[in-house]
């Protein structure tokens, strides 16, 4: 099971918008957390603060990230 995410990938573009400036977010899979950023602004989101908004992208991204990092 480690190999398969593992080769999963690291991020993925959203649709969702920055907070700050309006920009598509970019999904991050850390060693501990996945967490939300804006290449414009360079803000940083919890994933929590989205959940509730989560698009297509997000959800196809999560599918293949530990429970325990979200």
């Given amino acids: 099971m480690y190999g398969y995410f593992s080769r999963s990938p690291r991020s993925v573009q959203t649709t969702l ?3 700050r400036c309006q920009q598509p977010l970019t999904a ?7 967490t ?21 992208a997000l959800e196809q991204f999560l599918e293949n990230v530990y429970c325990d990092r979200m």
């Fill in 17 to 19: 918008p920055c907070e």
């Fill in 28 to 34: 991050r899979r850390g060693c501990q957390q996945v």
């Fill in 36 to 56: 939300l950023h804006c290449e414009t602004c360079k803000a940083s989101f919890p994933l929590q603060q989205y959940s509730s908004r989560m698009d297509e």
